[in-house]
């Protein structure tokens, strides 16, 4: 089972962390829902919901993969890394994503 680094320089076995990022999705969705009472890509300027037809997927602002490969790995369960996206929003979020230096392929 691989492992990745946290910044205090502790490591977190893969199964962990997806645990962990999956609560931190719903976490993150009931906080949408206590506050606003639906779900909606937050994108500025998007703003689309449900019944846009649709889905609105938790995404990752830096994603889960860069944050275990710069040993920022609790970043990964980190709500305030998970922004709510349309699909359309979320893909073009995906393919934009310049990346940290360190990680750039
Ligand atoms: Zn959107």
């Known amino acids: 089972m691989p492992s990745y680094k946290m910044t205090n320089g502790e490591r977190v076995e ?8 999956r ?8 906080m949408m829902m206590l506050e606003h009472g639906y779900v909606f890509c937050e994108e500025v300027g998007c703003g ?3 019944n846009c037809g649709e889905p ?3 995404s990752h602002d830096i994603s889960v993969d860069e944050c275990q490969k710069m040993g920022i ?8 890394n ?8 979320h893909k073009i979020h995906d393919k ?3 990346g940290h230096p360190l990680t750039k392929k």
């Open 23 to 30: 609560k931190a999705k719903e976490r993150k969705i009931e």
């Open 96 to 98: 934009t994503i310049i």
């Open 73 to 80: 790995t609790e970043w990964a369960w980190d709500v305030k």
């Open 56 to 58: 609105i997927d938790c």
């Open 48 to 50: 689309k919901n449900a």
């Open 14 to 21: 893969k199964s962990v962390i997806d645990y962990r990022v």
């Open 82 to 89: 998970i922004t709510m996206r349309c699909r359309t929003c």
